[in-house]
């Protein structure tokens, strides 16, 4: 187990120290983070850098013109600690200059909600000046290693200590002398060389998967665009009995296959509206174990059956009607507002795999009001196939690279635990690398 949170309330009600419970194993010590081998040191962050902590430039982010240097802050860093801005911006300033970061450079956030976040600097990130709300430490090589520092920042413990210290009235903070009195466990250099390499390592696992997915997401939706609209057939539907290519024709919604047609989604889907079992506020935080879907997302398609207004029975789809995106929804769930509905495939015939994924191409642009009434909803048309085998061939073959984006996902959320475990007993000298 974790001995830190066992020494933490260890001393009795009398003022005696029970320190003696807690057993130390063979060749480590206790200190201020926890248990740590005795051939560790822990030092105040501040007496590892090269200069005293520093406060980032304060100036307005601008447009990206010319030859203005580009701006890091708080909201381009990401939760795990990557530069990922949504938008690049510049920064015009005579003195930007002086706050450019350098190799080994990582930033941390002083306030708000990411207080604590951290950011290393990396050559291919390209010049960066940081903003004001950004303090930057420059560990000084001999002593630490700026890559083991950053991993360090990543840790349970680590955050532990930002919760503590960053408490105070209003907005949440911590200024440079507090990062600099930051305690740090400290194995020698080549140790923690040692230590960084490994873990960057698997980060580097994780980046890989975190792009690989995304290129598996990007060709799931052109497959997506093609198949769901005829404009690629499946091979064994492309041609008649007699090899020629098959034709198309024209319809409202454009050139379709000649042998599909354009099917009005009331003709798939009827639609329900609970009432019966709509959950008030109070039952909510009674049972906490269900989640409760609000009208925002109205429109939830699946074999349902409910019993105690709960339904289940999957698979389940919901449509968002403010933002018409589809999704499904793999769990039990209650019904707070009227305003849900409850589709039900019409015919066992369409799989209901590819009616999820029309809907989820369909282009909603109904009426010019926010929301889609059922009415609006239920005379869209898709275009569908009139062979049941060719409906299922298309729902099986993009079911099969959401299956495997989904076992891509798996790996990756299994790779992140593996992380968390080795910084836990990496950066605690639990576990020794050979050096």
Not at 108 to 132: M, N
Not at 183 to 191: A, G, H, Q, R, V
Not at 237 to 250: I, L, Y
Not at 411 to 420: A, M, N, Y
Request: glycine residues 6%; aromatic residues 8%; charged residues 25%.
């Amino acid at each position: 187990g974790d001995v830190k949170s066992e020494s933490t309330s260890a001393s009795a009600s009398d003022g005696s120290s029970v320190m003696s419970e807690v057993k130390i194993p063979e060749g480590f010590k206790q200190t201020e983070v926890g248990i740590i081998p005795k051939d560790w040191e822990v030092e105040p962050l501040k007496s590892l850098l090269k200069e005293p902590p520093k406060y980032g430039i304060n100036a307005a982010a601008v447009p990206l013109t010319g030859n203005l240097p580009v701006y890091i802050r708080i909201t381009d860093i990401s939760e795990d600690g990557y530069y990922s801005p949504e938008k690049v911006v510049g920064v015009n300033n005579p003195f930007s200059s002086s706050y450019i970061l350098n190799e080994g450079d990582i930033v941390l956030a002083r306030t708000g909600a990411s207080v604590g976040k951290s950011y290393l600097y990396r050559k291919e990130d390209g010049t960066l000046i940081y903003a004001g709300f950004l303090i930057k430490v420059s560990p000084d090589k001999r002593l630490l290693n700026s890559k083991y520092l950053h991993q360090y920042l990543k840790t349970e413990q680590y955050w532990a200590w930002v919760i503590v210290n960053s408490m105070r009235s209003g907005q949440p903070g911590i200024n440079g002398n507090e990062y600099g009195r930051l305690l740090i466990p400290l194995p020698s250099i080549e140790e923690q060389t040692a230590i960084a390499t490994a873990l960057s390592d698997v980060d580097e696992l994780i980046q890989s998967l975190e792009k690989l997915i995304a290129k598996k997401e990007v060709i799931k939706t052109g497959t997506m665009q093609q198949l769901l609209t005829g404009k690629t057939r499946l091979p064994e539907f492309a041609t008649h009995d007699d090899g020629s290519p098959k034709g198309f024709k024209q319809t409202e919604l454009g050139r379709i296959p000649e042998d599909w047609d354009l099917v009005e989604l009331r003709d798939l889907l009827s639609y329900e509206q609970p009432t019966k079992y709509i959950i008030n506020g109070n039952e909510f935080l009674e049972d906490g174990t269900t989640p409760i879907l609000t009208a925002g997302k109205s429109f939830i398609l699946g074999y349902t059956e409910e019993t105690h207004g709960i339904y289940r029975n999957l698979p389940t789809i919901i449509f968002d009607d403010f933002t018409t995106a589809t999704q499904f929804v793999n769990f039990p769930f209650k019904v707070k507002s009227s305003a849900m509905k409850i589709l039900k495939p019409k015919s066992t015939s369409v799989p209901i795999q590819l009616i999820y994924l029309l809907l989820s191409n369909i282009d909603y642009k109904v009426g010019d009001h926010k929301r889609h009434w059922i009415s609006e909803f239920s005379s869209l048309k898709v275009r569908l196939p009139n062979s049941s085998i060719e409906q299922t061939a298309i729902a099986t073959v993009l079911s099969d690279m959401d299956t495997e984006i989904q076992v891509l996902q798996q790996r990756l959320e299994k790779t992140k635990d593996i992380k968390q475990g080795m910084m836990q007993q990496l950066l605690t000298g639990k576990l020794r690398l050979a050096h």
